[in-house]
């Protein structure tokens, strides 16, 4: 029998649908000791100046609880935008994971203003030094400060909300749809922070692409008029 987990989750007011929330503390363990355990060079499809990224070397053992995320943000598209958002129990057979990765972030590392591909993404935090933590408390700017994540959607007067930002905790994930602009703030502290961010895509362009094939010379020639 399949161990049901406990979402709790937070929904920010603005455009897109962004959630927030607490994934359980041995989750974020296992995940941990796999990013520690990968190897796969992942830097090449990323765009971030990050010092070291690796592809997942097994995702099918995260599945159980991607397949739950997913069902949790069906639950909160539903209340979201009832009349765009897919059922809950459709929801997470519609989307397979794409790609699962590991950003080991150093100081003076940062990713750039970026989007990525498929149609939904995320990223958790695994690791939260208390170097990091330090050097963020010592902040007094306004942007997100040392190691802080932001996310960005349209443009407007300033009354409008465009941007929501956030300095992680360890255990924090972040759902969204893949087209969200977003980007990492770099840091000083001597110190590595780790997360992991993923990718779905929309199964039906899958199954739609299975179902074509490749069209021969003669079936290309077939409705010719001979001379």
């Known amino acids: 029998m399949t161990e049901k987990i406990r979402l709790d989750y937070q929904m920010f007011r603005w455009g897109p649908l962004l959630v ?9 363990k296992k995940l941990l000791t796999e990013a520690n355990a990968s190897h796969k060079d992942f830097e090449k499809n990323l765009a971030g100046v990050i010092t070291k990224e690796v592809g ?9 609880f991607f397949h739950t995320v ?10 979201w935008a009832p009349e765009v958002g897919s059922t809950i129990e459709t929801f997470k057979q519609q989307y397979l994971i794409e790609a699962l990765w590991a950003n080991f972030q150093g100081p003076g ?3 750039p203003p ?22 963020r408390e010592k902040y007094k700017g306004r942007s997100a400060g040392p190691g802080g994540l932001t996310f960005i959607y349209g443009e407007g007067p300033r009354n409008y909300i465009s941007h929501h930002s956030f300095f992680p905790e360890e255990g924090d994930m972040f759902i ?6 977003h980007w990492v703030f770099p840091f000083k502290s001597d110190c590595v ?4 961010s993923g990718n779905v895509n929309d199964s039906i362009k899958y199954k739609d692409l299975k179902k074509l094939k490749e069209i021969k010379k003669d079936e290309r020639d077939i409705g010719k008029k001979s001379d």
């Open 20 to 28: 927030k929330f607490k994934i359980p503390d041995d989750m974020r």
């Open 56 to 64: 997942f070397r097994d995702i099918e053992m995260f599945k159980p």
């Open 70 to 79: 997913f069902e949790m943000y069906a639950d909160a598209q539903s209340k």
């Open 109 to 111: 590392d940062f990713n």
């Open 114 to 135: 970026h989007d990525h591909g498929g149609t939904l993404s995320w990223v958790i935090f695994l690791q939260m030094p208390k170097e990091l933590i330090e050097e």
């Open 176 to 181: 969204f749809p893949a087209s969200l602009k």
């Open 193 to 196: 922070r780790i997360s992991v």
